[in-house]
Structure formats: C-alpha cells, structure tokens
C-alpha cells in the first residue's frame, strides 16, 4: 500500500480541507480552536488537526505521504492488536486468515489510503477493549484502568463520543453475556475516569480560553446533540447500516453471516468470540441509533466482525480459498498503485496547480463553480481567493484563475501575463 500512499495528491473534499484548515490555524496562531476561512470548524477534535500541521512544514508530496502514515500504520498496529487478542482462542491458520481478511475488508482497506482520523480512531478503541478484556479474563489492576482510560480519551480527542461509547458499551455487552457484569464497575472505575475528565477538563479549558463560549457550544452540544437527533448533516434512515454493511465489509460479508448462520451454536462459545459479537453489536447498533449517518462510522466494528468470520471458518480448503483472494487483492492493490501519476489530475487539483505554482502568479483566484475551490489556498504561498464571474471579471495582471475542467480533468486556469 506504500507506493499508492506515495504516489497519490490529496483529494478535493475533506483531505484538502483538512490542509486548509491546518494551515488557518498555523497562520492564526490556533491550537485548541479550528476556523475554515473564518468559519468556526468544531466538527473535530484537535488530535488529527496538530497531525497536519506539524507536516506542514515539510513538502507538499512528503506531507501527504506522512500524513497517509498515519492511517496505514494504524490499520497494521490494529490487525497486530487484535491477533493478540486472539492467541489462545483462534488457531494459527484462522488467525492468518483473518489478518489477510481485515486487511481486504471493504472499507478498511480504503480508509488506510485515506487522509481522515477514522483509522486512528478505530485504534484507540482496538487498545481500550483490549484493556478491558484483559482485565475482564485476568485481575483489574489500576495500570491497566488508566490505559483504558487513556485510550478512551484519545479515541474521544480524535474524532468525537464514539470513542468513549463505543468501548464503554461493548465492555457492559460482553460482561453481561459472558455473565461477569458486576466486573464492569471495576473495570471502567475511577482510575479510567480521572484520566478522562483530566484530558476533557485541559481540551475544554483550552477551547474556552482560546475560543470562548460559542466555541465551546458549538463542540459540545452543536456537534454531538444535533447530531444524534434529526441530523443537520448526512441524516439518513435507521436501517441505513442494515444496507451499507454488506459492501462497507465486502468481499467477506456474505462469508462471515454464512458463518455465523451456519455455525451459530459454535459463536457463542469462548470469551473472545463473546467479545467481538458483543462489540460488532453494539456498534452497529448504537450507530443505527443516531440520525447522522456515514459508511465509514462502521470501520470500528469491522476488525470484530471479521475476526469473528475468521474464527468460524471450517475446512482447510476455505482458508486456502480465503488466502489466495485477500493476497490477489493486495496485489491487484499494489500494481494499480504505479498508474496513479496519470490520474491524479482526474482525481485531485494538485497537479495544475503546481503547474499554476511555477508561474509565480501574484494572486490566484478561484472560480466559484470549482467544488471546494476556496480550500485550493492549502497549495499557494500566494493570496487565494474565490470569485463570482456571473457579473463579469477581469483577471489582474499577473494573476491566475482556476476554472472547472474539461471532463474527466478536476481544473484547468488561466494566467494573465
């Protein structure tokens, strides 16, 4: 996957976004509050933001690979976590079978080449149930409390709630069905508490002192209240993971739910099998609770989902099937990469405008048809600016415009010598 990470320019939606942003806040001196384009932007928390701004300061090519890496690198640490989890419970060949399987599973795949916190997300929550697992099969102790604790706040500080819920209620669904549930106080106790509210306490008193109380409104209750309920953005239909399950975990969907219908006296045998049916859930269905609704709010689940597929697999000839499809994909992945230097103008604004770059233009101005042309300024180290031309413009001397392409390219320009 490191060469598509490598080759690849930043794409015009949220990637480009995310640049811009960093790069506002660089200019503003931010660190706890985010603006785009002097818009309040409390969508997130500030963990991936600091991400992209410290890489700012190197190249614009060597940013987005480093940036990617930390997408990547994630997915390998979570494939590596929940293996551990799994030694002792799931033979060798099905643990090989399910790292191969987690690693072509639809979405998971896609985010790792993805510059969005989702990934990282999804590993702080891998580490916090791993924390509460081991203390429910072993003895809690206050070192491992704290890291529950940790993990949970840093899940929470890179993309919203659904870092501390997701943990927090696969940890009472697991301990209810393997009938443990008196252990749930002792697990989530005050050591994981304090940890939390510390790490909320300094983030929020920072917002404050930094942004005041609209900010701090909008972070609070905007972003997780008006979410939950009649949603301002992507409010979609109960029922909507119920149809995207199938191709976000796909080409292993249809195999895992044969599994688990073939083999459903099998599942709800050992811990760790009890822990991802708990998990996946609860996941799935606390998200089809909320009236905001995305594919990727999925990708927490999907390790438990898989793993436990994997661990029902029986036959020696469909693990072998299982292995020869997941590396053909990560081949079919890693050849495909080399052809992204031709589609990158397809794909991303990046190449015309470091062609716009080279002319050293006194201004660049944006058409106002390009789609999430006002964040095009992440490229210049020159004023950018978005412009109406419905009542006429007339392009300053040593100034270029950006303009929509001609399909299938993203943006063509205009420079005035």
Same mark, same amino acid.
């Given at each position: 996957?490191?060469?598509?990470?490598?080759?690849?320019?930043?794409?015009?939606?949220?990637?480009?976004?995310?640049?811009?942003?960093?790069?506002?806040?660089?200019?503003?001196?931010?660190?706890?509050?985010?603006?785009?384009?002097?818009?309040?932007?409390?969508?997130?928390?500030? *963990?991936?933001?600091?991400?992209?701004?410290?890489?700012?300061?190197?190249?614009?090519?060597?940013?987005?690979?480093?940036?990617?890496?930390?997408?990547?690198?994630?997915?390998?640490?979570?494939?590596?976590?929940?293996?551990?989890?799994?030694?002792?419970?799931?033979?060798?060949?099905?643990?090989?079978?399910?790292?191969?399987?987690?690693?072509?599973?639809?979405?998971?795949?896609?985010?790792?080449?993805?510059?969005?916190?989702?990934?990282?997300?999804?590993?702080?929550?891998?580490?916090?149930?791993?924390?509460?697992?081991?203390?429910?099969?072993?003895?809690?102790?206050?070192?491992?409390?704290?890291?529950?604790?940790?993990?949970?706040?840093?899940?929470?500080?890179?993309?919203?709630?659904?870092?501390?819920?997701?943990?927090?209620?696969?940890?009472?669904?697991?301990?209810?069905? #393997?009938?443990?549930?008196?252990?749930?106080?002792?697990?989530?106790?005050?050591?994981?508490?304090?940890?939390?509210?510390?790490?909320?306490?300094?983030?929020?008193?920072?917002?404050?002192?930094?942004?005041?109380?609209?900010?701090?409104?909008?972070?609070?209750?905007?972003?997780?209240?008006?979410?939950?309920?009649?949603?301002?953005?992507?409010?979609?239909?109960?029922?909507?993971?119920?149809?995207?399950?199938?191709?976000?975990?796909?080409?292993?969907?249809?195999?895992?739910?044969?599994?688990?219908?073939?083999?459903?006296?099998?599942?709800?045998?050992?811990?760790?099998?009890?822990?991802?049916?708990?998990?996946?859930? #609860?996941?799935?269905?606390?998200?089809?609770?909320?009236?905001?609704?995305?594919? #990727?709010?999925? !990708?927490?689940?999907?390790?438990?989902?898989?793993?436990?597929?994997?661990?029902?697999?029986?036959?020696?000839?469909?693990?072998?099937?299982?292995?020869?499809?997941?590396?053909?994909?990560?081949?079919?992945?890693?050849?495909?990469?080399?052809? !992204?230097?031709?589609?990158?103008?397809?794909?991303?604004?990046?190449?015309?405008?470091?062609?716009?770059?080279? *002319?050293?233009?006194?201004?660049?101005?944006?058409?106002?048809? #390009?789609?999430?042309?006002?964040?095009?300024?992440?490229?210049?180290?020159?004023?950018?600016?978005?412009?109406?031309?419905?009542?006429?413009?007339?392009?300053?001397?040593?100034?270029?415009?950006?303009?929509?392409?001609?399909?299938?390219?993203?943006?063509?320009?205009?420079?005035?010598?």
């Amino acid at each position: 996957m490191l060469p598509v990470l490598a080759m690849r320019d930043i794409t015009p939606d949220n990637e480009l976004r995310y640049f811009s942003i960093a790069d506002e806040a660089l200019r503003n001196g931010a660190v706890w509050c985010f603006h785009n384009h002097g818009e309040i932007y409390a969508d997130k928390p500030p *963990l991936y933001l600091w991400i992209i701004m410290a890489l700012r300061a190197l190249p614009g090519s060597l940013a987005t690979l480093f940036a990617g890496l930390f997408s990547l690198v994630p997915m390998l640490l979570v494939g590596r976590i929940m293996n551990g989890m799994a030694r002792g419970a799931i033979d060798l060949p099905r643990r090989r079978a399910a790292l191969l399987m987690l690693f072509t599973c639809g979405f998971f795949p896609g985010l790792a080449l993805t510059l969005r916190m989702d990934m990282l997300l999804t590993l702080f929550i891998v580490l916090a149930l791993r924390e509460s697992y081991r203390m429910a099969i072993g003895r809690p102790t206050r070192r491992h409390e704290a890291l529950l604790g940790l993990f949970s706040f840093l899940a929470l500080f890179t993309k919203g709630p659904y870092g501390i819920l997701i943990p927090l209620l696969g940890t009472a669904a697991y301990l209810a069905a #393997v009938k443990r549930f008196g252990l749930f106080r002792r697990i989530w106790g005050w050591p994981a508490w304090a940890v939390i509210a510390g790490g909320c306490a300094i983030w929020f008193g920072g917002v404050w002192t930094e942004g005041g109380a609209d900010y701090l409104n909008n972070l609070l209750f905007h972003q997780t209240v008006d979410r939950a309920h009649n949603a301002f953005t992507h409010d979609c239909p109960w029922w909507y993971y119920c149809v995207c399950v199938w191709y976000v975990m796909a080409p292993w969907s249809l195999l895992i739910a044969y599994e688990l219908i073939a083999r459903r006296d099998v599942a709800a045998r050992g811990d760790f099998r009890k822990l991802t049916i708990a998990v996946f859930a #609860v996941t799935f269905v606390m998200l089809s609770c909320v009236s905001s609704k995305l594919q #990727v709010y999925l !990708l927490p689940a999907i390790p438990f989902g898989v793993y436990l597929g994997a661990s029902l697999i029986n036959g020696r000839k469909l693990l072998k099937a299982v292995n020869i499809i997941a590396i053909g994909i990560l081949a079919l992945i890693f050849c495909a990469s080399w052809t !992204l230097p031709l589609l990158n103008s397809r794909i991303s604004y990046g190449p015309v405008c470091e062609e716009v770059a080279k *002319l050293n233009p006194t201004h660049v101005y944006i058409d106002s048809e #390009v789609r999430r042309g006002e964040n095009i300024d992440a490229y210049f180290n020159v004023p950018a600016t978005v412009v109406d031309r419905t009542g006429g413009f007339d392009l300053p001397r040593g100034a270029a415009l950006l303009l929509e392409g001609d399909e299938p390219e993203k943006l063509k320009f205009i420079y005035n010598k």
